[in-house]
């Protein structure tokens, strides 16, 4: 009976409906060992900050320089907002379990993780499909580009793409609120995955799954396919153009952006790929590091790289700070 009585106070029980129980879950990380917590830790704050401050410089650069204030540098202003969103979600608060030596995180604060990380995630997808009908309207109708891409469509842009985020969001959070979790509550991960969450389940996730597969093949499908109708247009305008430096010159304007969708939905894909094919979880967790923490890390570098007005907005940004010192 004694026996009984402990195993039942180390099961956490989530009853559907049920507010006064209250559960939590193991984060194992990448199950790494004590020797390995302080170069781990070293490596994913230098990776945050990094993180942090060149999205920083890059909305900073912007909303500071008034040549920069068009449809394309809105997005990307967006973009790296999204992005350091995206890493403040999962970074910190492992950060902190490395510190604290605490791996557990509360049934709120993991609904709560994985919450905002479908809002941020799924914002960045949308994001990056606005910015390629951005690329294809300037490239393929570029007389028409000022009346198209007017202040009005560009935040009509931004706010459907909130709202289809936090309402895609929202419903998979509240389906996870109506699951029970018994004895299994290890995540084999760094952050609240939705896909690790599910599996924890001792209720039936049919419908979860279901849910899932409908929505993100729908949202993620529209969002592909404009952004591959975009650039099947745009590559067939840039043939067009006669001259080599004309071709260079168009094709240079989406460059950046094109780095970056291919980086996000590569490692994207390689996220899944590690989750489906393999049953080792240090490798799922090491591909969902390149997507969630390394993707907006690089990000800036690439636009910063590729990107004369943003180099020299940068530049005219850093000498105005050192000189009001």
Known sequence: MVTCLRSQRKINLIIPGNQTQFTEFILLRFSEKPEQHGPLFGLFLGMYLVTVVGNLLIMLAIGSDSHLHTPMYFFL????????????????????????????????????????????????????????????????????????????????????????????????????????????????????????VLKLSCSDTLINYVLIYILVGLLGTLSLTGILFSYIQICSSILKIPSA?????????????????????????????????????????????????????????????????????????ISKITSSQ
């Open 77 to 196: 202003s967006n973009l790296s907002f999204v992005d350091l969103c995206v890493v403040s979600t999962t970074v910190p608060n492992m950060l902190v379990s490395i510190l604290t030596k605490n791996k557990a995180i509360p049934f709120a604060d993991c609904l709560a993780q994985m919450y905002f990380f479908m809002v941020f995630v799924t914002l960045d997808n949308f994001l990056l499909t606005a910015m390629a009908y951005d690329r294809f309207v300037a490239i393929c109708h570029p007389l028409r580009y000022t009346v198209i891409m007017n202040p009005r469509l560009c935040g009509l842009l931004v706010l459907v793409s909130w709202i289809i985020s936090l309402l895609y969001s929202l419903l998979q959070s509240l389906m996870v609120t109506q699951l029970s979790f018994c004895t299994e509550h290890e995540i084999p991960h760094f952050f609240c995955d939705l896909a690790e």
């Open 245 to 317: 430096q004309g071709k260079y010159k168009a094709f240079s304007t989406c460059g950046s952006h094109l780095s970056v969708v291919s980086l996000f939905y590569g490692a994207g894909l390689g996220v899944y790929l590690s989750s489906s094919t393999t049953h080792s979880s240090w490798k799922s967790t090491v591909a969902s590091v390149m997507y969630t923490v390394v993707t907006p890390m690089l990000n800036p570098f690439i636009y910063t790289l590729r990107n004369k007005d943003i180099k020299n907005a940068l530049k005219h940004l």
